[in-house]
Nanobody, 128 residues
Framework: QVQLVESGGGLVQVGGSLRLSCTASGRAFGNYGMGWFRQAPGKEREFVAAIHWADSHTVYADSVKGRFTISRDDAKNTVYLRMNSLQPEDTAVYYC?????????????????????WGQGTQVTVSS
């Protein structure tokens, strides 16, 4: 079992940057595939980025590729999402998710239902 706590959200202007953090409690964080998802008002939750547990292979949604970077520090039980060149359409609640021994398949890593553990979310608002 793992509990996830996100932090780092806030209000930022167009073109600005934020770094989200997700810290996990529990053991064996290094065995968890980690993902970031987001949900904008009135929309369904969507995949943003994921990082595999074994080789740190990363996957990104097309909408954030080149602007967002996911990384992990297993010694700190933390996964990060660095967000640059933020746009109003990036406004959403951002959720961290984890799955033990996530398989290395893009279709799995990008699917919400593949993750068993979720944080409470952190709000990101990009103002123009």
């Amino acid at each position: 079992q793992v509990q996830l706590v996100e932090s780092g959200g806030g209000l930022v202007q167009v073109g600005g940057s934020l770094r989200l953090s997700c810290t996990a409690s529990g053991r064996a964080f290094g065995n968890y595939g980690m993902g970031w998802f987001r949900q904008a008002p009135g929309k369904e939750r969507e995949f943003v980025a994921a990082i595999h547990w074994a080789d740190s292979h990363t996957v990104y949604a097309d909408s954030v590729k080149g602007r967002f970077t996911i990384s992990r520090d297993d010694a700190k039980n933390t996964v990060y999402l660095r967000m640059n060149s933020l746009q109003p359409e990036d406004t959403a609640v951002y959720y961290c998710a984890a799955e033990l021994f996530m398989e290395l398949r893009i279709a799995t890593m990008t699917t919400e239902t593949a993750y068993s553990y979720w944080g409470q979310g952190t709000q990101v608002t990009v103002s123009s």
